[in-house]
């Protein structure tokens, strides 16, 4: 098949398989937009099995994943190219 990632949620950012994220993920919280009073060690565990998803090319487990964090702790997940 073709190389190269496609499909699911789109875009997701370069992970390294030996990287190790403070909090199994690389995402960080928009603070100047979000003061919200949310679990973080709940939505960390989350994110951090998201990336794993799509390491692993299950984008229909990263896009769950996604929903769940929007639907059940108001966090929206979205992908920003750092220039």
């Known amino acids: 098949g073709p190389d190269g990632f496609g ?15 403070k909090d199994g993920h690389d995402y960080s919280r928009d603070t100047s937009r979000d003061t919200s009073s949310v679990n973080e060690a709940v939505v ?4 951090a099995e998201r990336v794993q998803a799509k390491k692993s090319r299950d984008f229909d487990t990263a896009d769950a994943i996604r929903d769940q964090l929007m639907n059940e702790h108001a966090v929206g997940v979205y992908w920003t190219e750092w220039a």
């Open 7 to 21: 499909g699911g949620g789109g875009g997701g950012g370069n992970y390294n398989n030996n990287a190790n994220y």
């Open 44 to 47: 960390n565990e989350l994110l």
